[in-house]
């Protein structure tokens, strides 16, 4: 796979990473996860260059560490770019509130050490901020786990521009990790120029709309039973019935291209910038595959243009 490096300062990874969190976390809770097999998918990334792996001390909660930890043993580690996140509390699956004070931050490094089975992190993200403390005083305590050596670079996830700025008063930003595709594009008119203009790698979670642009799902029931997308308004079936007409242009340009609807709407994402590094998410070889290749897709201006123009999708991210 081709390389970047998140930002003009960070370390080289591959264009398209892995985002963890689905291997023990938030979709399809009723289907019990073959550990082995979530293993065997983590290598594989590896061994096709995603190198970058995204996880967070609230995804199980604690569990999606324990399994990341476990898949980088055995040198696995050392062909890496690890990343996590503190500042989001959760209880039995369910998100209980946010924690961005110091002592949480100074505290929660450590444990996310201890399940990871690693002496450092490559990138330790402030999940969301917290708003009753002051961002400067999550990221100091961030800064105080870089100084420390328990992780090499600082990370923000779902910020504004301001607070970008309120954070490179305490520490360099090296990533901002949000929510981007071609129906979530809210971050694309102020914080991605930000970010390119500072050499901030910008980490997309979700490209693929929450599988929804691979064209897998045209009705709710489609979804599993117990998967929290049920409960989100683009994923509803009147919602769906109008947001299909953007998965249909998706798998157009993916049939003229000879390509995969999530390879175009991946390859969509690469193309919005030099340091945009998109973490797909998968359970599957199958889908880490076709994930993979879309390093390989190149969309012309003709493409783009086309997929520029999709609508709004119905209904807001979640509510």
């Keep these: 796979m081709r390389t970047t490096t998140l930002g003009t ?12 969190m689905g291997m023990s976390f938030s979709y399809d809770q009723a289907t019990p996860r073959d550990e082995a097999e979530m293993v065997s998918v983590i290598h594989q990334a590896l ?70 089975s690693t002496e450092h992190v490559d990138l330790y993200y402030l999940h969301r901020v917290d708003p009753s403390v002051p961002i ?12 420390a050596g328990k992780a090499r670079a600082v990370g923000l996830s779902e910020v504004s521009v301001e607070q970008i700025k309120r954070a490179q008063s305490v520490h360099p930003v090296t990533a901002v990790q949000s929510e981007l595709s071609l129906w979530t594009r809210d971050w694309m008119t102020e914080v991605l120029p930000y970010c390119e203009e500072q050499g901030i790698a910008f980490v997309p979670y979700s490209p693929l709309g929450k599988g ?33 007409a ?4 998706v798998r157009e340009v993916a049939d003229r291209i000879g390509a995969t609807p999530a390879q175009v ?4 994402v690469l193309a919005q910038g030099e340091y945009v590094v998109p973490i797909p998410g998968t ?26 123009a999709l609508p709004t999708p119905q209904g807001g991210r979640y509510y």
Excluded at 70 to 79: F, I, K, N, Q, S
Excluded at 233 to 238: H, K, N, P, V, Y
Excluded at 283 to 308: I, M, S
């Design 47 to 116: 061994d096709l260059g995603m190198t970058l792996l995204d996880t967070s001390d609230v995804y199980g909660p604690y569990t999606n560490e324990q399994l990341v930890g476990r898949a980088l043993a055995d040198g696995h580690r050392e062909r890496t770019v690890l990343a996590t996140k503190v500042g989001v509390l959760a209880k039995g699956g369910a998100v209980t509130g946010l924690d961005g004070r110091p002592e949480h931050i100074r505290r929660s490094i450590d444990e996310s050490l201890g399940r990871l």
């Design 212 to 244: 929804f642009l691979t064209g897998r799902f045209s009705s709710n029931d489609d979804l599993p039973r117990e998967d929290f997308r049920r409960g989100l308004a683009r994923f509803q079936d009147d919602a769906l019935a109008i947001n299909r």
């Design 9 to 20: 300062k960070g370390p080289q990874v591959g264009v398209v990473g892995l985002g963890c």
């Design 246 to 249: 953007i998965t249909d242009k």
């Design 265 to 268: 709407a991946l390859a969509w």
């Design 283 to 308: 359970k599957t070889p199958k889908y880490l595959l076709d994930n993979a290749g879309a390093a390989d897709v190149q969309l012309n201006a003709e493409d783009l243009a086309e997929l520029d």
């Design 136 to 147: 400067e005083e999550s990221v100091g305590a961030l800064a105080e786990a870089v100084a």
